[in-house]
Each structure stands twice: as C-alpha cells, then as structure tokens.
C-alpha cells in the first residue's frame, strides 16, 4: 500500500448527522491509522448563512436531531430551540476545526468532536469565536495563540479552500467518507451516516483488493 493513500473525511461540525457519526469515524481512524491516515476537509454545510431561524427551520432541525439521537444514540440538549433570533452559520465552526489543524494536526478530529459536544449537548454557541475559543482552552490550547490563529486570514481563506475542496468533488452531503489517493483516484466509502460495523470491513476487503479505484470521466 503506498502511503499517500488515505482517508478524507468530509464534515461540518455543526451537521447534525456528522455529530452523530462522530464515534464512528473516531473508531475508523483509530483502526486504519497506520494504513490510512485520515485527513479531515470542512464541508460547509451553512456557512456564511444570515438569517435568523424562523420557527420553521427550528421544527425541521428538530425532526433531524431527533433521527440523529434515534440512529446514533449521540445526546441532544433541546433546550437549544429555546434560542431567539440565532443565526446558525456554520463558518465559524469549520474554521475552529481548520485552526486545530494548522495548530495541532492530530488535535483536529478530536477537537472537531468537542465542538459538536459544546453545541449539541451542550448548548453552547459555537458560532460565537469567544465561545469557540472557550472550548478550545477546554480541549489543551493556549486560548490567546488559538483565538490568534482562529482570526488570521490565512485560517479564513484555508477553510474556504477546504469548501471549495468538497465543492470541486461534488461532496454537498455530510458525512462523506472517501478513501485513495490523489495520483490514483478514491473511492467511496459512505455519503451519510452508517455504523462502524457497517464500514469498517468493506474498508478491509478495499485494502485486500488493493484498494481499487474508478477515476471518472
């Protein structure tokens, strides 16, 4: 196996379902780190959104995390639906899991879950940078160097990269798993939330038949 070869994992932190497929792809990258490194790219699911939730959205998220709770057994605080006038953009959170990568690339996935567990369990706002910045203290950064980090522009334009990454592949649906190499091609893995029994050994038969990949076009 050529060492290039890797997972990329496609997410947004504040999607509900990948906060739900958080301990599956936990467990992925323990199991294949040695053989395929996981790196993560931020999708971008409501980034730069401006509008408030109407009671609407509230209803339609609320139907979500409830399968969300049912599928995966993550927990929910719904107190968070008691909020007036929250705009729920997403862009902050991306660039908080973007900055954990540019500071501590092994802080990224693990950090990616402790922003979903502040905001999904917690409810505690993960669009405010002083918020962010409060958990990433919480998680073993330095809070001055990562609220820093966090407001410099090359942070901002690395996660727009990261969206324009996902764009570029077609990937608009989180979590999205896909596994090979950029000189080779991938392959899909999963587009949606799936248990870890479900993946992990289709992803072992993968690597046994020499991790096989279709280009397109």
């Known amino acids: 196996m050529q060492a290039h070869t890797r997972l990329l994992y496609f997410a947004d932190p504040l999607c ?13 990258a323990e199991r ?9 790219v931020m999708g971008g699911l409501r980034a730069g959104n401006t509008q408030a939730m109407r009671a609407q959205d509230k209803e339609t998220i609320r139907k979500a995390w409830t399968r969300v709770g049912a599928a995966s057994g993550q927990p929910f605080d719904f107190s968070f639906f008691d909020r007036e006038g929250f705009v729920y953009d997403t862009e902050p959170a991306c660039r908080a899991v973007v900055t954990a990568r540019r500071l501590l690339p092994r802080m990224a996935l693990p950090f990616m879950a402790r ?5 999904y369990a917690e409810n505690r706002d993960m669009t405010a940078p002083e918020e962010i910045a409060g958990v990433a203290e919480e998680a073993g950064f330095d809070r001055a160097a990562f609220a820093e ?5 090359e942070t901002r334009n690395e996660t727009v990269r990261d969206f324009m ?5 077609g990937i608009h649906g989180f979590p999205t798993v896909i596994a090979g190499s ?11 939330y799936r248990t870890f029994e479900d993946l992990a050994e289709p992803l072992e038969r993968w690597l046994a038949a020499g991790a096989p990949v279709t280009k397109a076009g």
């Open 16 to 28: 509900s379902w990948c906060y739900g497929f958080s301990p599956v792809i936990a467990a992925l």
């Open 32 to 40: 294949f780190e040695d053989r395929l490194p996981l790196s993560i």
């Open 115 to 119: 922003i979903q567990q502040a905001f």
């Open 149 to 153: 980090a966090f407001a410099a522009a």
């Open 165 to 169: 990454t996902a764009e570029s592949l």
């Open 182 to 192: 950029q000189e080779k091609g991938y392959a899909l893995l999963t587009n949606g």
